[in-house]
Structure formats: structure tokens, C-alpha cells
């Protein structure tokens, strides 16, 4: 069993900058595939940004650009650093782990773009 906690979100302006994280637990981190989702009120959930234990990264054509997605085996830990964040971007976001052809989520982390 793989636990996996996201932090970092709260309320923001457009145009500001937000550093999400997510925490996952085992001693296998590295090995990891992680993703980040978000899902807004009345849509349904969408994919981000993911990362491989190489490295190699892939986003939605909507926030290439503004989002980065890096990971810290040390920490075990991934982060998704959103800059010029956008009304549109508010969402709960979650992060997914897939590991052992299994997936575990996390609760998610609110984001909210107002002014």
C-alpha cells in the first residue's frame, strides 16, 4: 500500500505562482510513475502533468509552458510548480502514483485563481 498526501494549494490572483507537492510513501519512490490531475466544479477529471523515474515529463496542452512537474527521490516527494495561473486553473488537483500495476490518489489539494 502506497499513501499519498498533496499539499501546497490555497488561493491565489491571476498571473500568480503556486508550488504544489505530493508526498508518497515506500521505499520504491524512484520507481514510481507520477501524475497530477485536476478536476474543476461539474467537469470531469483531467490530466496534467507526469513524470517517469527517468524524469521524462508530458503536460496538457494547457499548461505547457506555465507548469513544471519535477520529482525529489530523496524526499520522495513530486512537485508541480504553476506559474501564471489562470481563473480556469482552479480545480482540486490530485496526485496519482502507479506503481505494481496498481494506482493509489490522494486526497488533493485545492487551488483557487480570483481576483
Known amino acids: 500500500q502506497v499513501q499519498v498526501v498533496e499539499s501546497g494549494g490555497g488561493s491565489v490572483q491571476p498571473g500568480g505562482s503556486l508550488r504544489l507537492s505530493c508526498a508518497a510513501s515506500?521505499?520504491?519512490?524512484?520507481?514510481?510513475?507520477m501524475v497530477w490531475y485536476r478536476q474543476a466544479p461539474g467537469k470531469r477529471r483531467e490530466l496534467v502533468a507526469t513524470?517517469?523515474?527517468?524524469?521524462?515529463?508530458t503536460y496538457a496542452d494547457s499548461v505547457k509552458g506555465l507548469f513544471t512537474i519535477s520529482r525529489d527521490n530523496d524526499k520522495n516527494t513530486v512537485y508541480l510548480q504553476m506559474n501564471g495561473l489562470k481563473p480556469e486553473d482552479t480545480a482540486v488537483y490530485y496526485c496519482?502514483?502507479?506503481?505494481?500495476?496498481?494506482?493509489?490518489w490522494g486526497q488533493g489539494t485545492q487551488v483557487t485563481v480570483s481576483s
Open positions: 513524470i517517469n523515474s527517468s524524469g521524462s515529463t
Open positions: 496519482k502514483v502507479n506503481w505494481g500495476y496498481r494506482d493509489y
Open positions: 515506500g521505499s520504491n519512490f524512484r520507481l514510481y510513475f
